[in-house]
C-alpha cells in the first residue's frame, strides 16, 4: 500500500524556518515527481512546489519562491521542503503528493497527483 507521510510542521515566529519531510512507503518514488501543496483554513488548496524524478526540475508558487526549497534523497523515498523567510499567509496544513506516472514533467495542478499525503499543519505567528 502506497503511503506518504509529513513530518516537521509546527507552530514558528515570522521570520523563521521549518523542514517539512515526507517519507514515502510501500514503493518506491525514485521515478515519480512530487509535489508539495497547502491549504489555509476556509481556502482551497493550492500548489507550493514540485520537482521531477532527478530533482533536476523545480517549479515554485510565486508567493514561495526564493524562500522554500522543495529536493529528494530518492536513497531514503524522501522528500523535503525547506521553508524560510516564513510568513503569516505560510500558515495552512501542507500536504505532500506523488504523481504516479514514471518519469512525468513537474506539475502544479492537483489532478496531475494520485497520492497524497495526510498533511502537516504549519503555523506562523506575527
Known amino acids: 500500500q502506497v503511503q506518504l507521510v509529513e513530518s516537521g510542521g509546527g507552530l514558528v515566529q515570522a521570520g523563521g524556518s521549518l523542514r517539512l519531510s515526507c517519507a514515502a512507503s510501500?514503493?518506491?518514488?525514485?521515478?515519480?515527481?512530487m509535489g508539495w501543496f497547502r491549504q489555509a483554513p476556509g481556502k482551497e488548496r493550492e500548489f507550493v512546489a514540485t520537482l521531477t524524478w532527478s530533482g533536476a526540475i523545480t517549479y515554485y508558487a510565486e508567493s514561495v519562491k526564493g524562500r522554500f526549497t522543495i529536493s529528494r534523497d530518492n536513497a531514503k523515498n524522501t522528500v523535503y521542503l525547506q521553508m524560510n523567510s516564513l510568513k503569516p499567509e505560510d500558515t495552512a496544513v501542507y500536504y505532500c503528493a506523488a504523481d504516479l506516472r514514471e518519469y512525468g514533467p513537474g506539475c502544479r495542478i492537483l489532478a496531475c497527483y494520485d497520492s497524497w499525503g495526510q498533511g502537516t499543519q504549519v503555523t506562523v505567528s506575527s
Open positions: 510501500g514503493r518506491t518514488f525514485s521515478r515519480n515527481t
